[in-house]
Protein backbone atom coordinates (compact mmCIF):
# COMPACT_ATOMS: atom_id res chain seq x y z
CA UNK A 1 0.00 0.00 0.00
CA UNK A 2 1.81 3.33 -1.00
CA UNK A 3 1.52 6.56 0.92
CA UNK A 4 -1.42 7.61 -1.03
CA UNK A 5 -3.95 4.90 -0.44
CA UNK A 6 -3.33 5.23 3.63
CA UNK A 7 -5.14 8.13 3.24
CA UNK A 8 -8.00 5.90 2.94
CA UNK A 9 -6.90 3.16 5.16
CA UNK A 10 -9.56 1.35 7.28
CA UNK A 11 -6.99 0.89 9.50
CA UNK A 12 -6.32 4.39 10.69
CA UNK A 13 -8.93 3.84 13.94
CA UNK A 14 -6.26 1.86 15.49
CA UNK A 15 -4.24 4.78 15.98
CA UNK A 16 -6.52 5.80 18.77
CA UNK A 17 -6.25 3.56 21.29
CA UNK A 18 -8.18 6.09 24.03
CA UNK A 19 -10.99 5.54 21.69
CA UNK A 20 -10.92 2.17 21.22
CA UNK A 21 -11.04 1.56 24.64
CA UNK A 22 -13.92 3.18 25.36
CA UNK A 23 -15.80 1.78 22.56
CA UNK A 24 -14.45 -1.51 24.35
CA UNK A 25 -15.38 -0.46 27.83
CA UNK A 26 -18.75 0.59 26.38
CA UNK A 27 -18.30 4.22 26.84
CA UNK A 28 -19.25 7.39 25.38
CA UNK A 29 -16.36 10.01 24.03
CA UNK A 30 -16.51 12.95 21.73
CA UNK A 31 -16.70 12.52 17.91
CA UNK A 32 -12.96 12.02 16.67
CA UNK A 33 -14.16 13.56 13.55
CA UNK A 34 -16.79 16.04 12.70
CA UNK A 35 -18.07 16.65 8.80
CA UNK A 36 -19.75 20.00 9.31
CA UNK A 37 -22.23 21.18 6.16
CA UNK A 38 -22.38 25.04 6.55
CA UNK A 39 -24.02 25.62 4.18
CA UNK A 40 -26.98 23.83 1.35
CA UNK A 41 -26.15 26.57 -0.71
CA UNK A 42 -24.49 25.60 -4.48
CA UNK A 43 -23.22 26.99 -7.14
CA UNK A 44 -23.74 24.42 -9.45
CA UNK A 45 -26.93 21.72 -10.21
CA UNK A 46 -25.41 18.35 -10.71
CA UNK A 47 -28.13 16.24 -11.88
CA UNK A 48 -26.95 12.97 -9.22
CA UNK A 49 -26.57 15.16 -6.68
CA UNK A 50 -28.02 13.33 -3.40
CA UNK A 51 -28.91 16.51 -1.47
CA UNK A 52 -30.45 18.78 -4.87
CA UNK A 53 -33.06 15.61 -5.32
CA UNK A 54 -34.77 14.43 -2.21
CA UNK A 55 -35.71 10.99 -4.83
CA UNK A 56 -32.00 10.00 -4.70
CA UNK A 57 -32.32 8.88 -0.72
CA UNK A 58 -35.43 7.55 1.15
CA UNK A 59 -37.29 10.37 3.15
CA UNK A 60 -34.54 12.86 2.95
CA UNK A 61 -34.78 16.72 2.67
CA UNK A 62 -33.33 19.24 1.93
CA UNK A 63 -33.53 23.15 2.48
CA UNK A 64 -31.45 24.43 0.04
CA UNK A 65 -31.22 27.92 0.94
CA UNK A 66 -30.55 26.72 4.65
CA UNK A 67 -26.65 27.77 6.18
CA UNK A 68 -25.08 27.60 9.50
CA UNK A 69 -25.52 31.02 11.96
CA UNK A 70 -22.15 32.54 11.81
CA UNK A 71 -22.82 32.40 15.82
CA UNK A 72 -23.59 29.01 15.99
CA UNK A 73 -21.10 27.94 14.09
CA UNK A 74 -18.61 29.33 16.09
CA UNK A 75 -20.22 27.89 19.40
CA UNK A 76 -19.90 24.71 17.44
CA UNK A 77 -16.53 24.68 16.87
CA UNK A 78 -15.06 25.97 20.53
CA UNK A 79 -17.31 22.72 21.96
CA UNK A 80 -15.20 20.62 19.25
CA UNK A 81 -12.67 22.07 20.19
CA UNK A 82 -13.04 21.62 23.98
CA UNK A 83 -14.30 18.54 24.09
CA UNK A 84 -10.92 16.51 22.35
CA UNK A 85 -12.12 16.37 18.58
CA UNK A 86 -8.94 16.02 16.15
CA UNK A 87 -10.41 16.97 13.03
CA UNK A 88 -13.31 18.94 10.61
CA UNK A 89 -14.24 18.97 7.01
CA UNK A 90 -16.39 21.16 5.52
CA UNK A 91 -18.67 20.25 3.19
CA UNK A 92 -21.80 20.03 1.24
CA UNK A 93 -24.81 20.05 1.23
CA UNK A 94 -24.04 22.48 -0.59
CA UNK A 95 -20.59 24.44 -1.99
CA UNK A 96 -18.90 25.11 1.66
CA UNK A 97 -16.91 28.01 -0.28
CA UNK A 98 -20.27 29.50 -0.94
CA UNK A 99 -20.43 29.67 3.06
CA UNK A 100 -20.44 33.39 3.65
CA UNK A 101 -18.12 32.76 6.66
CA UNK A 102 -16.08 30.20 5.54
CA UNK A 103 -12.74 32.10 6.06
CA UNK A 104 -13.47 32.94 9.93
CA UNK A 105 -14.60 29.62 9.93
CA UNK A 106 -11.23 27.95 9.18
CA UNK A 107 -9.38 30.80 11.10
CA UNK A 108 -11.44 29.41 13.97
CA UNK A 109 -10.66 25.99 13.18
CA UNK A 110 -7.26 26.33 12.91
CA UNK A 111 -6.61 28.44 16.45
CA UNK A 112 -8.65 26.29 18.11
CA UNK A 113 -5.69 23.31 17.04
CA UNK A 114 -8.34 21.06 14.79
CA UNK A 115 -6.94 19.47 11.88
CA UNK A 116 -9.57 20.34 8.86
CA UNK A 117 -10.06 19.94 5.43
CA UNK A 118 -12.90 20.45 2.53
CA UNK A 119 -14.62 18.74 -0.12
CA UNK A 120 -15.13 20.99 -3.09
CA UNK A 121 -16.32 21.32 -6.57
CA UNK A 122 -13.70 23.69 -6.85
CA UNK A 123 -15.46 26.69 -9.08
CA UNK A 124 -15.13 28.89 -6.18
CA UNK A 125 -11.11 27.83 -5.46
CA UNK A 126 -9.90 31.23 -6.31
CA UNK A 127 -6.77 32.93 -4.85
CA UNK A 128 -8.09 33.71 -1.86
CA UNK A 129 -9.32 30.80 -1.14
CA UNK A 130 -5.93 29.29 -1.80
CA UNK A 131 -4.82 31.28 1.16
CA UNK A 132 -8.05 30.54 3.20
CA UNK A 133 -7.20 26.83 2.33
CA UNK A 134 -3.32 26.99 3.26
CA UNK A 135 -2.82 24.62 5.79
CA UNK A 136 -5.30 22.30 5.02
CA UNK A 137 -4.99 18.26 5.66
CA UNK A 138 -6.43 17.57 2.16
CA UNK A 139 -8.45 19.26 -0.18
CA UNK A 140 -10.43 16.61 -2.96
CA UNK A 141 -12.64 18.43 -5.66
CA UNK A 142 -15.45 17.21 -7.19
CA UNK A 143 -14.96 16.59 -10.73
CA UNK A 144 -16.14 13.91 -13.32
CA UNK A 145 -16.07 15.25 -16.65
CA UNK A 146 -13.13 15.12 -19.53
CA UNK A 147 -14.52 18.42 -21.75
CA UNK A 148 -16.15 21.52 -21.31
CA UNK A 149 -19.36 20.20 -23.16
CA UNK A 150 -20.30 17.09 -20.80
CA UNK A 151 -19.43 19.05 -17.52
CA UNK A 152 -22.04 21.57 -18.67
CA UNK A 153 -24.15 18.02 -19.10
CA UNK A 154 -23.49 17.06 -15.76
CA UNK A 155 -23.06 19.88 -13.55
CA UNK A 156 -25.05 22.55 -15.21
CA UNK A 157 -22.43 25.26 -15.41
CA UNK A 158 -19.78 26.69 -18.11
CA UNK A 159 -17.22 27.02 -15.74
CA UNK A 160 -14.93 23.77 -16.69
CA UNK A 161 -11.55 25.46 -18.09
CA UNK A 162 -11.99 27.82 -14.84
CA UNK A 163 -12.20 24.72 -13.00
CA UNK A 164 -9.02 23.31 -14.30
CA UNK A 165 -7.55 26.39 -13.98
CA UNK A 166 -8.49 26.52 -9.98
CA UNK A 167 -7.36 23.34 -9.53
CA UNK A 168 -3.49 23.79 -11.53
CA UNK A 169 -2.99 27.03 -9.24
CA UNK A 170 -4.00 25.28 -6.00
CA UNK A 171 -1.66 22.12 -6.40
CA UNK A 172 1.06 24.94 -6.91
CA UNK A 173 0.12 26.92 -3.61
CA UNK A 174 -0.53 24.20 -1.26
CA UNK A 175 1.62 23.25 1.46
CA UNK A 176 3.79 20.01 1.00
CA UNK A 177 1.80 18.29 3.53
CA UNK A 178 -1.66 18.60 1.95
CA UNK A 179 -2.82 15.94 -0.36
CA UNK A 180 -5.00 17.18 -3.37
CA UNK A 181 -7.29 15.04 -4.62
CA UNK A 182 -10.01 14.46 -7.64
CA UNK A 183 -13.17 12.63 -6.55
CA UNK A 184 -15.10 11.41 -9.80
CA UNK A 185 -18.96 9.39 -9.52
CA UNK A 186 -18.85 7.01 -12.48
CA UNK A 187 -21.96 7.40 -14.77
CA UNK A 188 -23.49 6.58 -17.78
CA UNK A 189 -22.26 10.03 -18.71
CA UNK A 190 -18.79 9.98 -17.93
CA UNK A 191 -17.82 6.01 -18.37
CA UNK A 192 -16.02 6.21 -21.87
CA UNK A 193 -13.64 9.61 -20.20
CA UNK A 194 -12.24 8.01 -17.30
CA UNK A 195 -8.82 7.01 -18.72
CA UNK A 196 -8.77 10.73 -20.18
CA UNK A 197 -9.76 12.04 -16.63
CA UNK A 198 -6.40 9.83 -15.38
CA UNK A 199 -4.42 11.42 -18.34
CA UNK A 200 -5.80 15.45 -17.46
CA UNK A 201 -5.30 15.12 -13.78
CA UNK A 202 -1.96 13.48 -13.60
CA UNK A 203 -0.57 16.41 -15.53
CA UNK A 204 -2.08 19.19 -12.92
CA UNK A 205 -0.36 18.28 -9.92
CA UNK A 206 -2.99 16.11 -8.29
CA UNK A 207 -2.19 13.68 -6.01
CA UNK A 208 -4.73 11.08 -6.51
CA UNK A 209 -7.92 10.65 -8.42
CA UNK A 210 -10.98 8.19 -6.99
CA UNK A 211 -13.06 6.83 -8.54
CA UNK A 212 -16.77 6.03 -7.05
CA UNK A 213 -20.03 4.56 -8.49
CA UNK A 214 -23.09 6.01 -8.89
CA UNK A 215 -25.54 5.45 -6.11
CA UNK A 216 -29.14 4.77 -7.99
CA UNK A 217 -31.59 3.93 -5.36
CA UNK A 218 -33.03 0.48 -6.01
CA UNK A 219 -31.28 0.01 -9.53
CA UNK A 220 -27.51 -0.21 -8.64
CA UNK A 221 -26.70 -3.62 -10.64
CA UNK A 222 -29.10 -2.80 -13.17
CA UNK A 223 -27.40 1.05 -14.11
CA UNK A 224 -23.56 -0.16 -13.97
CA UNK A 225 -24.02 -3.57 -15.41
CA UNK A 226 -23.79 -1.91 -19.42
CA UNK A 227 -20.76 0.40 -17.97
CA UNK A 228 -18.97 -1.76 -15.34
CA UNK A 229 -16.61 -4.02 -18.03
CA UNK A 230 -15.41 -0.52 -20.06
CA UNK A 231 -15.29 1.14 -16.33
CA UNK A 232 -12.72 -1.42 -15.47
CA UNK A 233 -10.67 -1.85 -18.14
CA UNK A 234 -9.71 1.85 -18.44
CA UNK A 235 -9.06 2.31 -14.82
CA UNK A 236 -6.42 -0.66 -15.30
CA UNK A 237 -4.78 0.59 -18.30
CA UNK A 238 -5.03 3.98 -16.71
CA UNK A 239 -3.09 2.58 -13.59
CA UNK A 240 -0.58 1.13 -16.14
CA UNK A 241 0.16 4.85 -17.93
CA UNK A 242 -0.25 7.25 -15.20
CA UNK A 243 0.02 5.58 -11.83
CA UNK A 244 3.62 6.70 -10.15
CA UNK A 245 4.99 8.23 -6.72
CA UNK A 246 3.07 11.22 -7.40
CA UNK A 247 -0.07 10.09 -8.69
CA UNK A 248 -2.16 7.50 -7.41
CA UNK A 249 -5.76 6.19 -9.22
CA UNK A 250 -8.14 4.39 -6.40
CA UNK A 251 -10.54 2.07 -7.25
CA UNK A 252 -13.75 2.54 -5.11
CA UNK A 253 -16.03 1.15 -7.97
CA UNK A 254 -14.49 -2.21 -9.16
CA UNK A 255 -14.93 -3.87 -5.61
CA UNK A 256 -18.15 -2.03 -4.88
CA UNK A 257 -20.88 -4.66 -3.45
CA UNK A 258 -23.50 -2.50 -4.52
CA UNK A 259 -23.17 -3.19 -7.64
CA UNK A 260 -22.08 -6.54 -7.49
CA UNK A 261 -24.57 -8.70 -5.07
CA UNK A 262 -27.17 -8.09 -2.45
CA UNK A 263 -24.82 -6.59 0.28
CA UNK A 264 -24.44 -6.93 3.89
CA UNK A 265 -25.68 -4.74 6.34
CA UNK A 266 -23.10 -4.21 9.39
CA UNK A 267 -24.11 -5.81 13.00
CA UNK A 268 -23.68 -3.13 14.73
CA UNK A 269 -22.43 0.67 13.89
CA UNK A 270 -19.08 1.92 16.40
CA UNK A 271 -18.40 4.49 13.79
CA UNK A 272 -21.20 6.69 15.34
CA UNK A 273 -18.70 6.95 18.29
CA UNK A 274 -16.05 8.16 16.44
CA UNK A 275 -17.54 10.17 13.27
CA UNK A 276 -20.82 12.18 12.97
CA UNK A 277 -22.27 14.98 10.82
CA UNK A 278 -23.79 18.40 11.69
CA UNK A 279 -26.09 20.32 8.70
CA UNK A 280 -26.92 23.32 7.68
CA UNK A 281 -30.12 22.88 9.32
CA UNK A 282 -28.00 22.74 12.91
CA UNK A 283 -29.33 18.72 13.23
CA UNK A 284 -26.32 16.29 13.90
CA UNK A 285 -26.62 12.79 11.76
CA UNK A 286 -24.86 9.38 12.17
CA UNK A 287 -23.08 9.56 8.98
CA UNK A 288 -23.14 11.57 5.33
CA UNK A 289 -25.34 9.08 3.60
CA UNK A 290 -27.91 9.25 6.74
CA UNK A 291 -27.79 13.17 6.69
CA UNK A 292 -31.04 15.13 5.92
CA UNK A 293 -33.37 12.20 7.01
CA UNK A 294 -35.17 12.12 10.06
CA UNK A 295 -33.99 8.77 10.71
CA UNK A 296 -30.46 9.38 10.90
CA UNK A 297 -31.13 12.47 12.86
CA UNK A 298 -29.18 12.27 16.23
CA UNK A 299 -30.15 15.56 17.78
CA UNK A 300 -31.48 19.34 16.83
CA UNK A 301 -28.21 21.36 18.52
CA UNK A 302 -30.54 24.86 17.13
CA UNK A 303 -30.93 25.36 20.68
CA UNK A 304 -28.69 23.67 22.90
CA UNK A 305 -24.99 22.96 22.65
CA UNK A 306 -23.39 20.61 20.41
CA UNK A 307 -21.52 18.99 24.11
CA UNK A 308 -24.86 19.49 25.72
CA UNK A 309 -26.82 17.46 22.88
CA UNK A 310 -23.88 14.74 22.47
CA UNK A 311 -23.93 13.86 25.96
CA UNK A 312 -27.27 13.63 26.79
CA UNK A 313 -29.52 10.87 28.30
CA UNK A 314 -31.55 10.95 24.90
CA UNK A 315 -28.69 10.65 22.57
CA UNK A 316 -27.40 8.22 24.67
CA UNK A 317 -30.23 6.03 24.52
CA UNK A 318 -30.20 6.49 20.67
CA UNK A 319 -27.27 5.24 19.98
CA UNK A 320 -27.80 1.87 22.29
CA UNK A 321 -31.17 1.32 20.56
CA UNK A 322 -29.70 1.70 16.95
CA UNK A 323 -29.55 -1.12 14.69
CA UNK A 324 -28.04 -0.28 11.69
CA UNK A 325 -29.70 -3.56 10.24
CA UNK A 326 -32.91 -2.62 10.32
CA UNK A 327 -32.27 1.39 9.95
CA UNK A 328 -29.73 1.86 7.43
CA UNK A 329 -30.71 0.11 3.41
CA UNK A 330 -27.75 1.22 1.89
CA UNK A 331 -23.86 -0.45 1.63
CA UNK A 332 -22.35 1.62 4.38
CA UNK A 333 -19.13 3.67 3.61
CA UNK A 334 -17.99 2.69 6.94
CA UNK A 335 -18.69 -1.14 6.87
CA UNK A 336 -14.95 -2.36 6.82
CA UNK A 337 -14.10 -0.09 9.39
CA UNK A 338 -17.52 -1.16 11.53
CA UNK A 339 -16.55 -5.46 11.06
CA UNK A 340 -12.85 -4.68 12.06
CA UNK A 341 -14.24 -2.84 15.04
CA UNK A 342 -17.12 -6.05 15.69
CA UNK A 343 -14.41 -8.27 15.65
CA UNK A 344 -12.59 -6.58 18.21
CA UNK A 345 -15.10 -5.81 20.78
CA UNK A 346 -16.23 -9.37 20.31
CA UNK A 347 -12.99 -11.18 20.55
CA UNK A 348 -11.87 -13.40 23.60
CA UNK A 349 -10.64 -10.69 26.09
CA UNK A 350 -8.67 -14.34 28.13
CA UNK A 351 -6.36 -14.68 25.84
CA UNK A 352 -5.27 -11.48 24.42
CA UNK A 353 -1.25 -11.44 25.47
CA UNK A 354 -0.86 -14.03 23.45
CA UNK A 355 -0.46 -12.88 20.38
Known amino acids: MNQIENVYSDLKVFCHPDKLKAILDGKRTA ?24 AVVDNRSVNRRESIPWVKLQEIITDLANMGTKAVTFSGGGEPLCYSHIKSAIELVRNKGIEFAMITNGQALDEQACETLYGAKWIRVSMDSANADQYRKIRGVETYHKVLGNIERFAKKKSKNC ?107 YCHQRAYTELGMIGDISNVSFRDMWFSDETTAKFENMNPQQE ?28
Request: hydrophobic fraction near 35%; charge should be neutral; glycine fraction near 4%.
Open 179 to 285: TLGINCVVTEDNYKDLYELCKIFSGLGVENIKFSPLMVKGKMPEYHAGIKEKVESQIKRAREDFQKNNFTIIDKYTNDESINQDFQKCAHCYIKEIFTVIGADCKVY
Open 31 to 54: PLYVRIKPTNICNQKCWYCVYADD
Open 328 to 355: CNFKCAFEERNIMLDRLVGMDKQHINFI
